[in-house]
């Protein structure tokens, strides 16, 4: 009769038996082919994770089979899932070591990373290449590290140019000095990385202070107020320490080229011109104490011109009018008038006059009377006077023999006289 075993507890059991006297589990027989007495095939064989349950129930059980083989398999059991549990947490903890491990790599990379990164928003770029270095021999595939790099050296770079720049403008090499600033700016163009801001503010500032050089220079050659007015408008969007002493001296400059200039046309009188000149200067110079004051002066000068030139028109009307009513009334002026008898005892007088009036007058005819001396009217006539055309102030005579006045005794009065202005 062929003996059979427990697929669990390898005990030997009747062939017609369901269930396992020893451990009670129930019995495959199906496989019971697959057993055979003297050769069989263990559970540890057909199930390789219980080879190690197997091996140590044969180091415990070295006692005969006995009523207690149940309570031998349960420990063996507990044994080997003791092991394995003890495997497993062995291995768990390797594997959380070297988890750890690398985290800890990790960190450190990172950190330096982001030390060279704010190295390199400060401008210490040698420091965060340094520490690009370091960071990359610790994780060589790691290519953000690579980038950064890259950056840090383009950086680098860039530094160079603008640093070769500002020798060079220090030097008062302008044209060099403007190269290598046309070369940084081309190599910046599109670069919208954070750590640009520091270069592309140097080289800003750079570039302002190449404008201010050139400026400087080409302001001893400014002679006229265009000429300042044109650098002032060139350095009024310039900002920094060098570009306002700029500013200040232009605008000083412009102070006294303006000054001399409107004092000029203030002494011509032409306080327009004058008052044009300090105006455009304190557009420029605001708020000016010397420009103010001389705007001040001009106004003042040109109202008191104005005044008195207002009274010399007044003058001038007057005076106008006065001339013409001497014109027109008091152009014949008589100087005096000589008395004498002819050869056949007639009175001849001869008078002399002056053309009182301020233009020339012409046709000049003058109406006497004759007194004897008792003061009696004894004869009157006309004459006229000659030259015919007499200018202002010239001298004129008449001259005329009255017929039945035989005595010089008398008197000659001008009664009226006739002229007319040219």
């Known amino acids: 009769m062929n003996k059979v075993h427990c697929l669990h507890c390898n005990r030997s059991y009747a062939e017609d038996a369901n269930y396992c006297s020893h451990c009670g589990a129930k019995l495959d027989t199906q496989q019971l082919g697959d057993y055979i007495e003297g050769n069989p095939l263990s559970a540890a064989e057909l199930n390789p994770s219980l080879r190690e349950q197997a091996a140590a129930i044969e180091v415990v059980d070295s006692k005969p089979e006995s009523s207690r083989g149940r309570v031998k398999s349960k420990v063996g059991i507990w044994i080997t899932i003791s092991a394995l549990l003890a495997f497993a947490l062995t291995a768990s903890g390797a594997v959380f070591l070297y988890y750890q ?12 990373q ?9 401008g210490n770029y040698d420091d965060a290449l340094a520490k690009l270095h370091v960071a990359s021999a610790k994780r060589p595939q790691f290519n953000a590290l690579q980038s950064d790099e890259d950056i840090v050296l383009h950086a680098i770079e860039l530094e160079g140019l603008l640093n070769k720049a500002e020798e060079q403008i220090q030097a008062g090499a302008a044209l060099e000095a403007e190269k290598q600033l046309d070369q940084a700016r081309s190599k910046l163009t599109g670069r919208k990385e ?12 750079l570039s302002v202070g190449l404008k201010v050089h050139k400026l400087s220079k080409e302001m001893y050659y400014a002679t006229t107020i265009k000429q300042i007015t044109e650098h002032l408008h060139a350095v009024s969007g310039l900002a920094g320490g060098e570009a306002d002493a700029l500013k200040d001296e232009l605008q000083s400059k412009l102070i006294d080229l303006s000054t001399k200039e409107a004092n000029d046309f203030l002494k011509k009188k032409n306080y327009t011109k004058a008052s044009a000149i300090v105006e455009q200067a304190l557009a420029l110079v605001i708020g000016s104490p010397e420009l103010l004051s001389l ?20 003058q001038a009307m007057q005076k106008a009018a006065e001339e013409d009513l001497i014109n027109q009334t008091a152009a014949v002026e008589v100087v005096k008038i000589d008395r ?19 233009k020339p007058i012409h046709s000049v005819e003058v109406e006497y009377s004759i007194y004897d001396a008792s003061g009696k ?20 005579k008449f001259y005329t023999t009255v017929y039945g006045v035989f005595v010089d005794d008398c008197t000659v009065v001008i009664d009226h006289a006739t002229w007319y202005l040219d």
């Open 377 to 396: 009217k004894v004869s009157s006539g006309t004459a006229s006077a000659s030259p015919d055309y007499i200018e202002a102030g010239e001298s004129m």
């Open 101 to 112: 491990y690398e985290l800890n790599i990790n960190n450190e990379v990172l950190k330096l």
């Open 194 to 205: 954070p750590v640009y801001s520091k270069l592309r503010g140097k080289l800003d500032e």
């Open 114 to 122: 982001q030390d060279a990164r704010t190295a390199a928003l400060a």
């Open 340 to 358: 004498m008898l002819d050869e056949e005892g007639n009175l001849v007088i001869e008078g002399f006059l002056r053309n009182a009036a301020t």
């Open 295 to 314: 705007q001040d002066k001009i106004r003042q000068e040109q109202a008191k011109y104005e005044r008195e030139e207002q009274q010399r028109i007044e």
